[in-house]
C-alpha cells in the first residue's frame, strides 16, 4: 500500500498537479515537489510565520497543514504576490524602500500576512499592526522598517497595496 496521493492545487495562479505524500506538509510539498521555495521552513510548528502563505486567500502556516487537505485550493506565495509582469508589488517595494528585510528569512511569510491584512482594507494603528502580525517572528529588524513598510502601502494604496 502506498500514501502517494495525486493533488491538484493552484500555485500562484498556475495550475499544479503533481504527487505527495499524504503526510507530507503545505510547506515540503510546495518547496520539495512543486519547487516554490520562497515559503520558508522556520519552527515547524505553527509559530513563526516563515511559513506563511495564502489559500484561498486567507494566510495560513503551510508547516502544519497536509497539502491533501487544500487539494483544490489556490495558493497565493510571496513570490505570487508580485505584478502580473513580474515587477514588485506595491508592498514589496515598501518593504524594500524601507529595509524592511535583513536576513530575509522571515521575509516571504511577512509579505504575505501583510498583503492579507492590506486585502482586509481598513486603518490599522501601528499597535494594531503589531498586534496582527504576532504571529510572524523576525530576528533582525526589530519590527521597525517592516511596520514603517506596510504603513507606506497602506497610505500608498491601501487595499491596492497588495498589487
Ligand atoms: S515554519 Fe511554519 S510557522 Fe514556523
Ligand atoms: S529579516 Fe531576518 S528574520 Fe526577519
Redesign the pocket.
Known sequence: MTDELVLTLTVNGRPVTARGGAHLTLLRWLRDVVHVTDPKYGCGEGICGACTVLVDGEPVSSCILLAAQVTGSSVVTASGLSNEDGSPSLLQRAFHAHHA???????PG?IVAAAALLAEGGNRSRTELREALHGNL????GYGPILDAIEAAYAEGGEAGVG
Open positions: 528585510a535583513q536576513c530575509g528569512f522571515c521575509t511577512m523576525c530576528r533582525c529588524t
